[in-house]
């Protein structure tokens, strides 16, 4: 099957732990992105990376970290310093170069308690 | 800053309706828009737009561009329930970063 994998689906933690999210692809993509969804403001972008070893800040990246040292895989690390982490988590992957469609994972949703 | 909006934020319709949806940017060079539908998991992709006035269909969906006016409209004849949804509009700049609009929340009714 070929496509992008996040895992877990539902993750709840305590305030004050950190928490890593998994995302995998076996499509090839070169990039990868994290994005966070809470309700009514759409996608904001947390990293990106267009190759590995290698990745950018987006939008929001205070509190989170990332890696990227597989093409395949670009796990999120939501840290303690992240001050309101409770929302929808989705990764996408994007193709070569002059390939602009974008596809998603199935999303984890994380909940702090 | 680069902004995507939509609107309406939502739209109540019967079955059978035909509804248009609306999306403006402001993308530093700006490449091109792309068109999302979510149903509470991960968004599906519907259409990319490149250049403008060229329509693109899938069945009963179809999208265009204009780039002079910076605008994007979805259209969706004979509605159904399935087609209940989130609807996001995003534009891709040259920094390879995808900016997503809030989104419109379309309910159909039977």
């Known amino acids: 099957d070929g496509g992008i994998t996040q895992s877990p689906k539902y993750l709840f933690r305590k305030e004050g732990q950190n928490v890593t999210l998994s995302c995998e692809q076996n499509?090839?993509?070169?990039?990868m992105y994290w994005y966070r969804q809470d309700p009514g403001q759409g996608l904001r972008l947390i990293y990106y990376?267009?190759?590995?070893?290698?990745?950018q800040k987006g939008d929001i990246a205070e509190g989170y970290s990332v890696s990227r040292e597989k093409k395949e895989s670009f796990p999120l690390t939501v840290t303690s310093a992240q001050k309101n982490p409770t929302a929808f988590y989705l990764c996408?992957?994007?193709?070569?170069?002059?390939?602009?469609?974008?596809?998603f994972g199935p999303g984890t949703r994380l909940t702090v308690l | 800053e680069d902004k995507v909006v939509q609107s309406p934020l939502s739209l109540v319709v019967h079955e059978g309706d035909t509804v248009t949806l609306n999306c403006s940017y402001e993308?530093?060079?700006?490449?091109?828009l792309l068109w999302y539908k979510q149903e509470k998991k991960a968004p599906t992709f519907l259409f990319m737009l490149?250049?403008?006035?060229i329509e693109k269909k899938s069945g009963r969906l179809s999208s265009i561009l204009d780039k002079k006016e910076l605008f994007s409209i979805l259209n969706i004849t004979a509605t159904q329930t399935g087609d209940s949804a989130v609807y996001l509009c995003?534009?891709?700049?040259?920094?390879?970063?995808?900016?997503f609009g809030a989104g419109t929340i379309l309910r159909v009714k039977s």
């Open positions: 996408a992957s994007r193709g070569l170069a002059g390939t602009d469609t974008q596809y």
């Open positions: 499509l090839n993509h070169d990039a």
């Open positions: 990376s267009q190759i590995v070893n290698d990745f």
């Open positions: 993308v530093t060079n700006f490449r091109s």
């Open positions: 490149t250049s403008s006035g």
């Open positions: 995003a534009g891709w700049d040259y920094g390879n970063k995808l900016v």
